[in-house]
């Protein structure tokens, strides 16, 4: 519950931000999906053959003033969604119910075809979950609430002046970020078609790009903290047990909304010492290439890790993606994810500090 908090003060700012856009354009859309189950290990290999399908809601605002125009040379879209998904095997796998906030930059636009790209994060319930005795099987979720991670690419073209049909595909990714295992979480593409209803429809202005402002290495430093549940003797007993980190990085802009970074981590990884009983070396020191994609007061960051020191890890990479919000100043807050290839290690929130 404390993530899900910590995700309900993002929609908070996002939501004051979206209202003052409302007379660009409200929006709702309703999108129908289908598609298949990525298996990455071989303990879940027989659910390759299950066949996921929902129905997603959204409602959100066309954003194409020339203050929104100026956040990232690009117009846009931004809102929530709700979806409900059945992962094609109701015993063990359940169905999914999830709430996730987006933002959806347009590639193109001004003709009646335009591609967008959206990418998506929010707490997730699903309705099934491992048990050792009654669920055995299922290794993807081992709690109730979870997170949904997501990115689309769509298709979207012009019906009338009030509507707008789409074609789309999506990755989509949904676990609890490590909390409590066994946690494999799941990765299942889906493909579908939509419908959209634009409340006031309006033209594209063509406007001139906006120059980057910040040149140079922009540096931060940031702290991150995590929670999960370490299981203890004979009897099962569960234990709360907190990891907590920093980040230093520096970022160069490339574009408007687009920026290389290069990063060093430290991460104090409670579960390893508690595990252990404080036996085993739980510090861990990586070094981080990545990218940022700026949307407005957003940052969206993808990174690629090497460990250079970690003991006690058998893994000498992982990813790390993380979404902050620009609160006030240089002050960001948000929440990061930690993947080894498609397993979720770890889910954090993150508080970062631009020094210049």
């Known amino acids: 519950m404390r993530y899900i908090a910590s995700l309900i003060v993002l929609f908070i700012p996002f939501s004051l931000f979206a209202q003052d856009t409302t007379s660009n354009s409200v929006f709702m859309g309703l999108k129908p999906n289908y598609g298949f189950i990525l298996p990455h290990t071989s303990s879940i290999q027989k659910f390759k053959s299950n066949r996921p399908y929902g129905l997603e809601f959204d409602y959100g605002w066309v954003l194409k003033k020339a203050s929104d125009w100026r956040r990232c040379n690009c117009y846009s879209r931004a809102g929530f969604s709700a979806s409900w998904v059945n992962f094609g095997n109701p015993e063990v796998l359940g169905s999914a119910f999830n709430l996730a906030m987006f933002a959806e930059p347009y590639l193109n636009f001004g003709s009646n ?163 252990s009983e404080g036996e085993k070396e739980h510090r861990q020191f990586s070094l981080l290439v990545g990218h940022d994609l700026i949307f407005g007061r957003f940052i969206f960051s993808q990174y690629w890790g090497t460990y250079l020191y970690a003991p006690n890890y058998e893994k000498n990479f992982f990813q790390r993606y993380s979404l902050t919000y620009n609160l006030i100043g240089n002050l960001r807050f948000g929440v990061n994810l930690k993947a080894h290839a498609e397993v979720a290690q770890n889910f954090s929130v993150h508080l970062a500090y631009d020094l210049r």
């Open 113 to 275: 075809f335009w591609l967008s790209m959206r990418m998506g994060v929010g707490p997730s319930y699903t309705t099934k979950v491992y048990d050792e005795e009654t669920n055995p099987e299922n290794l993807f979720f081992s709690n109730h609430f979870s997170f949904i991670i997501h990115l689309d690419v769509m298709l979207n073209f012009r019906l009338t002046d009030h509507w707008n049909g789409k074609v789309f595909g999506k990755y989509n990714h949904i676990s609890n970020g490590g909390v409590e295992q066994p946690n494999l979480g799941i990765n299942f593409p889906t493909i579908g078609v939509g419908l959209d209803y634009v409340a006031e429809p309006g033209e594209f202005v063509e406007r001139e790009p906006v120059p980057v402002q910040q040149e140079g290495i922009i540096p931060s430093a940031a702290v991150f903290g995590s929670m999960k549940n370490v299981v203890e003797g004979p009897d099962k007993v569960k234990k709360r047990t907190p990891g907590y980190g920093f980040l230093v990085k520096g970022r160069h802009m490339i574009a408007k909304i687009n920026a290389l970074n290069l990063g060093f981590e430290g991460y104090w990884d409670g579960e390893i010492k508690e595990k």
